[in-house]
């Protein structure tokens, strides 16, 4: 499983999430760390567009294929490698189109596929263990001393 060490979320749609994702690709790429960045969007079409002109960018699964990917989890579909052209899932734990994505199930099918998971926004030291104990890759939060305490405690 690849070790992520930033996490960027490009906000705008359309020809300005274009534009944000050409440079911070342009960025990544002149400091020579973009197999150290995720890169997620909540927009289908600045993903599609990331995939076409910068198919070296690792990044999330965008709205859609989160869905489609959850079918083939919970359904346990044996998938090629080249079925989803994203290796990671930035993702919340609660619902999200009407399913859980916060499970064990979910984590182990994505570690089959090379997939890593990362979980958003999670605030409380009750959750951040949780995902700890179901093998999350890694956790988006607001609270990064309570998230400090969790994954450096030794009980």
């Not at 749609?13 to 760390?33: F, M, S, T, V, W």
């Not at 927009?43 to 599609?48: A, D, G, H, L, R």
Request: contains cysteine.
């Amino acid at each position: 499983m690849k070790k992520f060490r930033y996490i960027i979320e490009l906000k705008d749609p359309g020809k300005q999430g274009y534009k944000a994702c050409d440079e911070l690709y342009r960025i990544l790429k002149e400091r020579n760390i973009l197999e150290r960045v995720s890169v997620g969007t909540f927009n289908n079409e600045v993903s599609k567009y990331a995939t076409k002109h910068h198919p070296d960018l690792i990044r999330s699964a965008s709205p859609s294929e989160v869905f489609l990917y959850y079918l083939c989890a919970v359904t346990n579909l044996k998938i090629r490698p080249s079925t989803f052209n994203f290796s990671v899932l930035h993702i919340p734990t609660d619902r999200y189109a009407g399913v859980r994505l916060g499970t064990k199930r979910i984590v182990e099918y994505s570690h089959r596929h090379n997939i890593a998971v990362q979980y958003w926004t999670i605030n409380d030291s009750w959750e951040m263990d949780y995902l700890k104990s179901i093998g999350a890759d890694a956790i988006m939060t607001d609270t990064p001393d309570v998230a400090y305490n969790v994954f450096n405690s030794r009980v």
